[in-house]
T-cell receptor
């Protein structure tokens, strides 16, 4: 049974720092891995999707990497801003479904 | 309207009430999903519809009853809920069900059962 773990559960950093969020999964047989952002009480916004054949994806200040063999993905956020404060969720896609981690709650203070 | 919309955004209901959540997608997708997000738990998949047929029921209690009248609309009918059913209910859609197609999420309905 696929399990997705995100570390750390919470992170508080000053503005301007570069930071790394971690996601690990137990079964490497995945179609893709997706990173989402969720603001308090709101829905999910897709940030990056990495197909199983890819190693990384970039969008603006965000870079996500995927190492299927070791069951790991990282989300790198460059030059963090207070507007980046949110919960970041990682999810892996097997044949039928997305399986989510519990998220990392990020607070960026000015 | 664009993307995936959900109504209502907030709902408070008693345990004996009957209510429905509505989801609409404007993306031309063929698969739609209901998820439940409880505090401090990962998102849990509840139901999947592909081409208006239910293809997945993730051991959800019968007090939750989904309906998909066409590929653009998805409902979740609620009756005799319990306080532990209070959660954020999220709807999503994707081009097709199986394979690596990206899912697009709505803003959610925050449900409180009193």
């Amino acid at each position: 049974k696929q399990e997705v773990t995100q570390i750390p559960a919470a992170l508080s950093v000053p503005e301007g720092e570069n930071l790394v969020l971690n996601c690990s999964f137990t079964d490497s047989a995945i179609y893709n891995l997706q990173w989402f952002r969720q603001d308090p009480g709101k829905g999910l916004t897709s940030l990056l999707l990495i197909q199983s054949s890819q190693r990384e994806q970039t969008s603006g200040r965000l870079n996500a990497s995927l190492d299927k063999s070791s069951g790991r993905s990282t989300l790198y956020i460059a030059a963090s801003q207070p507007g980046d404060s949110a919960t970041y969720l990682c999810a892996v896609r097997d044949t039928d479904k997305l399986i989510f981690g519990t998220g990392t709650r990020l607070q960026v203070f000015p | 309207e664009t993307g995936v919309t959900q109504t209502p955004r907030h709902l408070v209901m008693g345990m004996t009430n009957k209510k429905s959540l509505k989801c609409e997608q404007h993306l031309g997708h063929n698969a739609m999903y209901w998820y439940k997000q409880s505090a401090k738990k990962p998102l849990e998949l509840m139901f999947v519809y592909s081409l208006e047929e239910r293809v997945e029921n993730n051991s959800v209690p019968s007090r939750f009853s989904p309906e998909c009248p066409n590929s653009s609309h998805l409902f979740l009918h609620l009756h005799t809920l319990q306080p532990e059913d209070s959660a954020l209910y999220l709807c999503a859609s994707s081009q097709v069900w199986r394979g690596g197609y990206e899912q697009y999420f709505g803003p959610g309905t925050r449900l409180t059962v009193t």
